[in-house]
Nanobody
Framework: QVQLVESGGGLVQPGGSLRLSCASS????????MGWYRQAPGKQREWVAS????????NYIDSVKGRFTISRDNAKSTVYLQMDSLKPEDTAVYYC?????????WGRGTQVTVSS
């Protein structure tokens, strides 16, 4: 089975940057879309950004537009989330997701904490 593994989380000060990576054990071309979700303490998991694997089209939740950038590297079977101008409200566990038809895969998540 294909596995997704996130990395790159950590503690960063407000205004700082982090780059999250989601490595797939198989080709990401197996998915139609891949995305990032996040879940803050006491809140529901929310969609953050997604990218179509074929065309590379991207979408973002309004709160991260202009600050976050999702990208993919098909050769490395990896999807990235570049996060700039981080805010305390971005603190959450970030999860990678891959989807095709009714098949969905999730990673285990990586913690991002934005605090001074």
């Amino acid at each position: 089975q294909v596995q997704l593994v996130e990395s790159g989380g950590g503690l960063v000060q407000p205004g700082g940057s982090l780059r999250l990576s989601c490595a797939s054990s198989g080709s990401i071309s197996n998915f139609a879309t891949m995305g990032w979700y996040r879940q803050a303490p006491g809140k529901q998991r929310e969609w953050v950004a997604s990218i179509t694997i074929g065309g590379g089209g991207t979408n973002y939740i309004d709160s991260v537009k202009g600050r976050f950038t999702i990208s993919r590297d098909n050769a490395k079977s990896t999807v990235y989330l570049q996060m700039d101008s981080l805010k305390p409200e971005d603190t959450a566990v970030y999860y990678c997701n891959g989807r095709i038809f009714n098949i969905e895969k999730w990673g285990r998540g990586t913690q991002v904490t934005v605090s001074s």
